[in-house]
């Protein structure tokens, strides 16, 4: 591999083929005329060329440093545009694609919010939402931008900031015989469940729950999402369960009611996460900054605690 030039020598050049004598490039660099005679010297055994010569009582260019002249200004324009910070972030001019792996309830509960934001405030933004599947954190390497939901230990190189905590609760059709019911937990356990889970895992939190009060439930069926256990809610009389807030939102689009769950259940944390080369990017900054801000709102209006708040009291 060539050797690069010390690239320090670069504003000499510039100065030294703009002003067109070593008084005047010592002047602007703010240095001796002796030290910046030494630096022409070296420019010179660098570029193979004079680059100034005599002429009358002062210097004119060489025809090599008048063809260098637009490369040497276009070179240092170019690295001063690479070391300088990134500009101010002007949302209504920004275009971006950003890619989010989150499951149906996280897509439902803030997905229209932050779609709404982004067309209000950053119209060249796309987001592109991605479902959960087996994936793996190390996707935020290349593939994802940002990830919501929970998650366990992650990689050295993934960064993660705490969103909020939500409860859980059962919807059932509006019109079915549970619709009004104040449920007890002999008889929320005597009731039909459907649950989701990505793996057709039947037991969790609620079964140990039950348990330690003596009692045992009849799980129909398991969904993959929370929206397909809302539709199998709508045809049958079965609870399903389903975060809170994805409960009020489903029952403003189908017939079904919300009854709470009469179990202390623990909270379930999430997060939103994302690989260390994006931290300090401005506009994924932004998009981080707009979804915690949509989780607060929501936390506002009754739906899941933005981190931090106190743990949810029992149902």
């Known amino acids: 591999m060539q050797q690069l030039p010390d690239m320090n020598l670069l504003p000499s050049l510039d100065a030294l083929l703009r002003a067109g004598s070593v008084a005047g490039a010592a002047s602007e660099m703010r240095i001796s005329p002796s030290a910046m005679s030494r630096t022409l010297g070296r420019l010179r055994r660098v570029v193979g060329d004079e680059l100034l010569v005599p002429s009358g009582r002062g210097l004119t260019l060489t025809p090599r440093a008048r063809e ?22 002007e949302l209504a001019t920004l275009q971006r694609e950003f890619t989010i792996r989150a499951n149906d309830g996280v897509a439902v509960i803030f997905g229209s919010a932050l779609t709404e934001r982004v067309m209000r405030e950053a119209p060249g933004v796309r987001l592109r939402m991605l479902p959960e599947g087996d994936e793996d954190p190390a996707d935020l ?15 050295h190189d993934i960064r993660s900031s705490p969103l909020g905590e939500y409860a859980y609760a059962a919807v059932v059709r509006a019109d079915g015989p549970y619709a009004a019911e104040r449920l ?3 008889r929320f356990a005597a009731l039909p469940h459907i649950t989701v889970t990505r793996r057709g895992r039947v037991r969790s939190v609620v079964d140990e729950r039950l348990a330690g009060l003596g009692l045992v439930r009849d799980v129909l069926a398991t969904a993959p999402t929370y929206s397909a256990a809302c539709f199998f809610a709508l045809r049958s009389d079965a ?3 389903v975060p809170l807030q994805f409960a009020v939102e489903a029952a403003r689009a189908m017939p079904l009611a919300i009854l709470d769950i009469p179990l202390d259940l623990p909270a379930n944390p999430f997060v939103q996460a994302w690989h260390i080369r994006v931290d300090a990017d401005p506009a994924h900054r932004w998009l981080r900054g707009a979804l915690a801000d949509i989780v607060a709102g929501v936390s506002r209006a009754g739906g899941p605690r933005p981190a931090g708040d106190a743990a949810p009291s029992t149902p």
């Open 184 to 186: 007890t937990p002999e």
């Open 141 to 155: 390497r290349d593939r994802i931008d940002l990830e919501v939901g929970q998650m366990g230990d992650l990689p």
């Open 68 to 89: 260098l002249q637009p490369h040497v200004e276009a070179a240092l324009a170019a690295a001063l545009a690479a070391l300088r910070p990134p500009p101010d972030l």
């Open 239 to 241: 609870l399903a369960l």
